[in-house]
DNA sequence: GCGTTTATCTTGCCAGTGTCAAGATTATTT
DNA sequence: AAATAATCTTGACACTGGCAAGATAAACGC
C-alpha cells in the first residue's frame, strides 16, 4: 500500500495476512505465491529474503493457524464455567467451531504436508494448542508420556473423536448433521460428542 | 510397456496403476502428470482423452481407492469371527490399518481437495464403504437417517474416533502412541478404541 | 477387399508456477 | 560521510497442466 517507500516496513506480516486471505477463499491447493505478491503489491521474489522457500512461507502460516487455534480453545474454557459444563463438550465445540470458521487454514494445518512440522516455532505451537485442549478436557498433560502403560487412552480416545469428527464435518462426510441448521446442529454434535461410545 | 503398439491398449488403468505408485511414493501434493506419463512410457498429453483434466484422474484414483478400502473392511469383518470379538475394535483396527498401509492414497481420498467428491462414481464408491464400516459396527445403515431425532450420535461418535486416530497417527500426531513398535501399538490402538469416552 | 469414420496418442505451443542470481535501492552501523 | 547490511526488483530458468492440430491405428460399413 505504501508506495513511497521501496522498503515495505511490514513486509513479512503482510504477506502472512494476504496469504491467509487467499487460501481462505481459494483453498490452500491452488495457492500461487505471485498472486499473494501482487496482491500485496510487491514483485513476485520478494518472499525470498523472508521465508526462504514457499514452504516457509506456509510454515510460518500454519504456526500462526495453531497459536490462533490455542487462543480459541482457552477462550472456550474461561468463557464457560468450568462447575457447569462438561469440558469435553465446551472445548470439543469450540475445537469443531474453529475448523469450520477456518476451514482452509484448519485443512492447511492438519490434512497437508506442506508446512515443515520438524520446523522448532511451528512444532511448538502446535503442541501448545494439543496440551491446552488435552488439559482443558482431563486436567493433566498426557502427551508427554509414553510407554506402553503411561498412555492416558481415554484422552487420546476423546482427543480422537473430537477430531475426526471436525474433519469429517469439514470434508463433507456426515450430511444428515450437515444438513441441518446451526442450532440444531450444534445440538447434534453436543449429542455426538456426549455419548459413551458403547 | 509395449513399444511395438502405437496405441497402447489399456493406457486409463495403466496410468492409473502408476499414479499411485508415484503417488505413494512422492505424496499426493507434489504429483506430475508428465512423470507419471514418462513413467509410462506414453507422451505428457495422453491423458487428456481418458481423464480430461488432472481432477479426472485424481478423481479416478479416489474412486479406486473407496473401493479398496471397502474391501479391506469387509476383508477383516470375515476374517474375524463376529461372535468372538468386538466389531468396532475389528472394523476400527482395519480401518486404521488401511491408513497407514496407504498413507498418501488415504490423504487423497479424505484430507484434500483435489478430487471431484461430487463425481457419481466417486461418490457412491465412497459412500458404500462408508455405509459398510458403520453397518458392520452396528448392524444398521444409519448414514441415511437424517432429521434430528434420527441421527445415531453413537454410531457417529465412533466413526469420528476411529477416523480422528487414522488421521492423527497419519499426520505424526500422537507421538506416544507412534513410538510404540508395532505389536504394542496395536494394543494401544485397541485400549483406546474400546474406552468408554468418559 | 477398400474407404470412411472414430478412437487413441504425439508434437508443439501457451500462460502460469516457484526458485535462483545479479543488481538496484534504502537502512543501519561505523 | 563511508561502508556495510538489509530489503526489494528484474530477468532468466526449468517445470507444470491444458489446448490445438496433426499423426497413427483401429473399427465399421459396404
Redesign the interface.
Known sequence: MDASTYHHGNLKSALLEHAAAEIEDS?V?KLSLRQVAKRAGVSHAAFAHHFGSAQGLLTALAAEGFTLFGKALSDARNRDCPQDVDQ?ESSGLAYIQFALDHSQLF?LM?????PD?SDPTLDEASMKA?QAFIADVHGSNV??????G??D??A?????????????LL???????L??DAT?RT??IR????????
Open positions: 483453498g491447493e469435553l485443512s492438519f490434512s497437508s504436508k506442506l512440522f494439543f502427551l508427554e508420556v509414553d510407554g506402553p503411561g498412555i487412552t481415554v487420546m480416545g476423546n482427543w480422537a473423536k473430537v477430531h475426526g469428527l471436525a474433519t469429517l470434508t463433507g462426510r456426515m450430511r444428515s448433521v444438513s441441518l440444531q445440538q447434534a449429542q455426538i460428542l456426549a455419548n459413551d461410545g458403547n
